[in-house]
């Protein structure tokens, strides 16, 4: 009976091993299947995403053929359009109508920024908000005089910037920036690339800060594209990772990642003391007061020699523009008066209208922000004394009395109690 019985049992191993086989099979085909498809999907996200962001070709082409028309005119136009020896590298935009790009200009490596469709500038006339506007570069018009030209500048300076009495020398400024042949004359095209650059505030800064240490160095122009000193490094810590791995690592850990890939101590310092001379810089300057409205570490990057670079100056703004902007700005809570990320003012429930007095000054966002950054791997022998005076940083307010004073002293202690501790290493 066990012989007769052996082969039902033979037959049954067998049977189940078919099945185990097609179950396996199944489900490595499925497995299979889902790789595919998840990755055709980050690939179809990533493209798309790119193909967003990443428009360069449109960019170049639109100024190109302003340029040809004779439009438009500027130190990199024949670089770009006719030369070809100013191209588009590495794709570095964020958003679509801003675009950024590595730029190699003959043996010069440089960050080329171009407005895409669309530039985003506070106008003080009857509105309140940020306006969009497609640029037409249609100013000034032709019969302009080169006088007429020099008092709309002066007009728009007047209107960001305030009364200043220097304002006539930042005009000359501007114009010999415009004159991009050098021939000693600034013509119409120009000065049409020349306005549609000073309703962007990063150029504007660049060139009121052009022979300060932390600002970038302008190489170029071309219309609304203009081409900056490229910084080495692009970020004041952290890593750059994919964004799919971005998803799933919770913020707390990702700041808490970010600071574990820093340049040493004694770098960090230096470069801390290159940010608060960038804000001295910045402060009550000989044209204004300028606001940091987005002091987060990507907007700021260094050298191979760790002097800090600014990466991004879109969201540094003069301070009366901002209060234009602000003022009268219909609000519920607080959270309705806040431009950019970090320049806040309250809102007066009685009126429902946002207050134009910022709260928190340049130095003391500064401060929140290198607090971390320089009290890891602080010397032990400085740390309580460093920690005391960032904290009294952070506490800084615009509204306090004597805050100017109050602001020089913090400011110079801080750098003073860096420079000591790194004036005698080779990182200084």
């Given at each position: ?70 439009i ?21 935009s964020?958003?679509p ?44 018009t ?55 650059l ?63 890939f820093?340049?040493?101590?004694p ?9 608060l001379e ?92 290198l ?36 602001h ?13 501790k ?7």
């Amino acid at each position: 009976m066990a012989r007769r019985l052996f082969p039902g049992a033979w037959l049954r191993k067998r049977y189940y091993a078919q099945v185990r086989f097609s179950y396996m099979r199944m489900k490595y085909l499925f497995i299979s299947w889902l790789v595919v498809f998840i990755g055709s999907w980050i690939i179809y996200v990533e493209y798309s995403t790119y193909t967003e962001l990443c428009r360069g070709h449109d960019c170049k082409k639109i100024i190109c053929d302003k340029y040809k028309t004779g439009i438009i005119d500027g130190s990199a136009c024949s670089s770009l359009c006719a030369k070809e020896t100013l191209y588009f590298g590495k794709c570095l935009s964020t958003k679509p109508n801003n675009q950024m790009y590595l730029g190699i200009w003959g043996n010069l490596q440089g960050v080329i920024k171009c407005q895409m469709e669309e530039t985003i500038h506070l106008d003080l006339g009857t509105e309140l908000e940020p306006r969009k506007e497609i640029v037409l570069f249609d100013k000034p018009t032709r019969g302009t005089t080169v006088q007429k030209f020099k008092e709309m500048v002066y007009g728009l300076f007047k209107q960001k910037l305030g009364e200043q009495g220097n304002l006539s020398e930042l005009v000359n400024l501007i114009l010999s920036v415009a004159d991009g042949n050098k021939d000693g004359r600034v013509s119409l095209p120009e000065a049409k690339s020349a306005w549609a650059l000073l309703q962007l505030n990063e150029f504007l800064l660049m060139v009121i800060l052009q022979d300060k240490e932390h600002t970038p160095k302008l190489m170029g122009f071309c219309g609304d594209l203009y081409v900056m000193e490229r910084v080495e490094y692009t970020s004041l810590y952290g890593i750059s990772l994919p964004w799919i791995l971005e998803l799933f690592i919770p913020s707390s850990f990702r700041r808490s990642m970010d600071q574990w890939f820093t340049p040493s101590w004694p770098r960090k310092a230096k470069i801390a003391i290159g940010l608060l001379e960038f804000v001295e810089d910045i402060f009550h300057g000989p044209y204004g007061n300028f606001l940091m409205c987005d002091t987060s570490a990507k907007n700021l990057g260094y050298n191979d020699k760790y002097d800090l670079k600014m990466v991004d100056m879109r969201k540094i703004v003069p301070e009366i523009n901002l209060k234009e902007l602000l003022k009268d700005r219909h609000c519920e809570s607080d959270l309705d008066c806040v431009y950019g990320t970090d320049c806040r003012t309250l809102c007066d429930q009685s009126k429902m209208k946002c207050t134009t007095e910022i709260i928190q000054p340049n130095l003391a966002k500064t401060c929140q922000l290198l607090k971390d950054y320089l009290l890891r791997g602080a010397p032990s022998e400085i740390r309580e004394e460093l920690e005391k005076q960032l904290y009294s940083c952070i506490a800084l307010k615009v509204t306090a009395n004597q805050m100017e004073m109050e602001h020089s002293l913090i400011l110079n202690n801080l750098k003073t109690l860096l420079w000591k501790k790194i004036s005698h290493t080779n990182d200084s």
